[in-house]
């Protein structure tokens, strides 16, 4: 399909009324079913709500935490934010009038709440201008902002995205790779998923989970037929035939080689789950998640065994409070803290500002949950994970209703990509399943972060656009 | 494809449900545990983030919750440490408390249940909640200068009024600085704390109330006349064998009077006589006289083998069983053995002969108010136990007037006051120094005070010193400091 700017929705009624006999063309004016100005509208006006919150929130925690407003800073980390979505809210208008209105306030709303909880903790813990974190991730939501605006712009068409298929794979290697090349791969806490340049870092990691969807979108577009049709019924299920168990074992391998040269399992998980998941939904098969969830558990199995830190991290899980986790190196020192403060906020919270949430190590981005928490209260978290389970409808729906495969196949890629990073790393604070670092989107302290999901945010705005655009009601 | 993403959107409604279900786990059902554990650094933050509220002596603060700039919000001081350290205790961040701040915590705290609505209130209207004051019923000129009378002995003073049982004065020594240990530096109130429980001098030790308790001596004589007196039925001029030395039954070992010799001229003398005087020998046959059950009920009936709370809990002073062995019950008819006395229980000793025979139950706290100064608990006076009628109380009162006028404890003689007192120099071991007391009250006719004291590790004298020279002019330095105000 070429570009869908031009397909406007009064074509869309068109093939509507064509295609029932009983209305006359002519009877009565056409109701325009789409109007692009509502939806946008409507984007505005939850954009604003977002913004206002986001500005509420700063000026709590300055009360909570020093029992003043200072205006400057609500202006740098409240307003700063809002012009940023609403230049790009402006945007939108131009080149892709259609694009899902809830999509870009549920982000905006998880940043700027992000931006607050990181505020508060520079507070308490005395970081003032660039050694401010909240500071560096208002620049970072800036540069992210921008990035995705530069992303919607120029990519017209998603479809585009499938020609560089080979392209986006050999770029998910590089990136995955550059953390282990020696010079510019540098191990933080124990993970080697950094690199350095100068003065900055970068988790290259965050960019390839995109890098990584896109490829796997193209890939199994091309190859679903071979990957579905043949293979041998087993148990009811039909399995794939040896030569076709290629691209998981690739997968496979490469997800281990992240466990054990990067040290980092959460990441591991994530691409692999990604995988399996973009695989099941193009070949319908079920044989392949249970080969794939066999796989990395047993990779996780001998991993656990052969890998100390995977066998501390299952221990912490398993008994967080034994004295002998609680006080080792690398224990479960981290993850008990976090318990304590999400207990010590309770159903309602402390209130911002007011909580001890530095107490817990990292406190600022992968803990950044247990600080909402504590100073939020379980409303707060319901709340937060309601925003996520929002953006991910939003994303699913993209797929539901698109007419292209590869689009169909990217949007669950990158709405899936977003809900298992939610669902390792909360869960891994509370407890459902192991440890691992990752940060949780948007609202964590984190350049790389950011821009790997406002990108997502952009090609999700895109997707849908496209999907609304195409002549069909069904939206 | 349709079918796959629905359950692929089921297996994220599963994912979410578990990250719903595990925060209302922590945050809900489990949050009063993980608030107890004791690693939890929170729940001392949150403590310490509310003002505690103060310790009042005659409406001046003698710990108070100031604020302070770290993550506390507040730094508890004691004004006065050293001085009321016996009284006030000391309030750590995480290593506990003692005294009035451990036994009154959830008032000082605010987290009593009289105080539930008015902390409901203070969240309600925002204001900082605010634990409630505590007023003692200390008399800061009067524990100044028993705190002063005591010097650098080892030892304790306490001072009570015996018609209501307010406590007037407390003082243990050697003291300590409870604001070393309120610092917000846990290291280093673990270093200080370690320092002082080492100390071979036990300063953490409110010696009034607690700690090693000592042999009463002579002191128990009151009891041991009130057995004889009461439970016996013996007249005061009850006549004894006046002996020089005393052959304690079934055993080889010989009880002497303090400082050898008789009690007085005769061949016989009284038991009043040997009250006045404090003679040993007299005082254990009265005791294998009159049989155990009387004197250990008698012990029992003074409160010896009970305690309460005063508020801060008074261990309870020991009269072990006896079990028909006569030498026990010799020796503990003068103190010795294995009865073992706290200055608590000798101050109620003289409480029940000043007055009339009751015991009114000690008490150091006035009043607690909340911050908005509604009394939220007022002192009453209440009865701990009668252990003697009013008749054998002032027959008893006679005997220690008059054991200070011309007897055993003249070194606590005041001119124009008639003082009541008993003396005490108790044995502790062999070539063990002595452990002195005095105890009683003024003026003896209208009792305004009781008072105890103990002097340990033989007030630096080793064996030479005595009760009369040694506790008594202490005494003596408090019951001027309550008749002179």
Same mark, same amino acid.
């Given at each position: ?170 770029? /998910? ?48 577009? /091309? ?63 079920? /044989? ?76 600022? /981005? ?110 | ?235 005061? $001029? ?85 079990? $028909? ?46 911050? $908005? ?113």
């Amino acid at each position: 399909m070429t570009n869908n700017e031009a397909t406007n929705n009064a074509g869309a009624v068109d093939a509507l009324t064509t295609a029932s006999p009983v209305q006359k063309p002519d009877a009565r004016p056409l109701r325009r079913i789409r109007v692009p100005e509502k939806l946008r509208n409507l984007e505005l006006f939850l954009l604003l709500f977002a913004c206002v919150i986001n500005g509420a929130a700063v000026v709590m925690v300055q009360l909570g935490a020093q029992g003043l407003v200072d205006f400057g800073q609500v202006a740098l980390l409240g307003v700063g934010l809002a012009v940023l979505v609403i230049g790009m809210h402006v945007a939108l208008r131009f080149v892709a009038p259609n694009a899902d209105p809830f999509i870009l306030p549920i982000a905006t709303l998880l940043n700027g709440i992000g931006i607050a909880e990181i505020y508060r903790i520079d507070i308490e813990q005395g970081a003032t201008g660039w050694d401010s974190t909240s500071e560096r991730q208002v620049v970072w939501s800036a540069v992210a902002i921008i990035i995705a605006l530069l992303v919607i712009v120029f990519l017209r068409n998603h479809r585009v995205l499938q020609r560089y298929t080979y392209v986006f794979m050999v770029i /998910s290697g590089v990136l995955l790779l550059l953390p282990i090349l020696p010079g510019i791969g540098k191990e933080v806490y124990g993970a080697r998923v950094w690199i350095g340049i100068g003065p900055f870092s970068f988790q290259p990691g965050e960019i390839a989970k995109i890098a990584l969807a896109i490829f796997f979108a193209g890939y199994l577009v /091309s190859r679903r037929d071979s990957l579905s049709m043949v293979g041998r019924k087993f148990l009811g299920m039909r399995f794939p035939r040896a030569r076709d168990l290629g691209p998981i074992l690739v997968i496979w391998a490469a997800s281990m080689a992240v466990i054990i040269f990067q040290h980092d399992l959460g990441t591991a998980l994530l691409y692999f789950g990604l995988f399996v998941v973009m695989l099941y939904v193009a070949t319908a098969r079920l /044989s392949w998640v249970i080969i794939g969830i066999g796989l990395f558990l047993a990779g996780a199995l001998v991993a656990s065994q052969v890998l100390v830190y995977v066998n501390d991290r299952f221990a912490n899980w398993l008994n967080p409070f034994d004295p002998v986790n609680y006080d080792a190196q690398g224990g479960s020192y981290q993850l008990v803290q976090g318990l304590f403060g999400l207990a010590n906020g309770g159903l309602i919270g402390t209130g911002l500002g007011q909580g001890s949430p530095s107490i817990t190590p990292l406190a600022q /981005s992968d803990y950044i949950i247990a600080s909402l928490g504590e100073e939020l209260g379980m409303a707060g978290l319901f709340v937060i994970l309601c925003l996520y389970l929002l953006f991910i409808a939003r994303g699913l729906r993209i797929s539901f209703a698109g007419t292209d495969d590869f689009g169909r196949l990217l949007g669950v890629g990158l709405t899936f990509v977003v809900a298992l990073q939610c669902f390792i790393v909360i869960g891994g604070v509370t407890r459902v399943i192991p440890l691992t670092g990752l940060t949780t989107p948007f609202l964590a302290a984190g350049g790389s972060s950011l821009v790997a999901n406002w990108i997502i945010v952009a090609l999700l705005l895109r997707l849908s656009d496209t999907v609304r655009s195409q002549p069909r009601l069904v939206v | 494809m349709n079918r796959e993403l629905k359950r692929v959107t089921i297996v994220i409604l599963a994912m979410f449900a578990a990250l719903f279900l595990s925060v209302t786990t922590i945050q809900f059902f489990s949050a009063d545990a993980l608030a107890n554990d004791s690693r939890n650094a929170r729940t001392i933050y949150a403590s310490y983030s509310k003002q505690r509220g103060p310790i009042l002596v005659a409406g001046q603060p003698i710990a108070q919750s100031v604020p302070s700039d770290d993550q506390y919000k507040y730094q508890r001081t004691y004004p006065n440490g050293p001085l009321y350290s016996s009284v006030t205790g000391y309030y750590t961040l995480d290593q506990g408390s003692t005294g009035i701040e451990a036994a009154l915590n959830d008032e000082l705290a605010g987290t009593s249940g009289s105080q539930f609505l008015s902390q409901l209130n203070s969240i309600v209207t925002g204001q900082n909640p605010q634990g409630a004051s505590v007023e003692l019923t200390i008399d800061p000129k009067i524990q100044q200068a028993a705190y002063d009378a005591l010097g650098d002995q080892q030892g304790a003073v306490i001072a009570v009024e015996p018609k209501t049982g307010r406590i007037l004065a407390m003082v243990s020594k050697p003291d300590y600085d409870p604001n070393t240990l309120a610092v917000h530096d846990t290291d280093e109130v673990i270093k200080t704390y370690n320092a002082l429980n080492t100390d071979p001098a036990e300063p953490l030790i409110n010696r009034t109330l607690d700690g090693n308790l000592d042999p009463p001596g002579s002191t128990f004589k009151i009891v041991t006349s009130s057995a004889a007196l009461q439970n016996a039925r013996l007249p005061g $001029d009850t006549q004894l064998p006046n002996l020089s030395g005393y052959q304690l039954p079934g055993s080889d070992h010989v009880v002497s009077n303090a400082g050898g010799g008789t009690c007085g001229p005769g061949d016989t003398v009284s038991i009043e006589t040997a009250f006045v005087l404090s003679c040993n020998i007299p005082m254990a046959e009265l005791g294998v006289m009159m049989g155990q059950k009387n004197l250990t009920d008698m012990a029992n009936a003074y409160g010896y083998n009970s305690s309460f709370d005063s508020p801060i809990p008074v261990e309870a002073s020991q009269f072990p069983p006896l079990k $028909d062995d006569p030498a026990q019950l010799a020796l503990s008819s003068f103190g010795q053995a294995n009865v073992r006395s706290s200055p608590m229980q000798i101050v109620e000793q003289s409480m029940a002969v000043a007055n009339g025979g009751v015991i009114m139950q000690p008490n150091l706290v006035d009043t607690i108010s909340a911050p $908005d100064l509604t009394v939220l608990q007022q002192f009453q006076a209440k009865t701990l136990s009668t252990p003697i009628t009013s008749i054998t109380a002032s027959t008893l009162s006679s005997w220690m007037v008059e054991a200070v006028n011309s007897g055993a404890a003249t070194n606590a003689r005041i001119d124009g006051v008639s003082v009541a007192g008993k003396t005490g120099t108790a044995e502790n071991g062999t070539g063990d120094p002595y452990t002195l007391w005095f105890t009683g009250f003024a003026p003896a006719d209208n009792p305004q005070v009781a008072v105890a004291v103990v002097v340990q590790n033989g007030g630096k004298l080793g064996q030479s010193g005595s009760g009369n020279t040694v506790a008594a002019p202490i005494a003596k330095k408090v019951l001027e400091a309550v008749l002179n105000k």
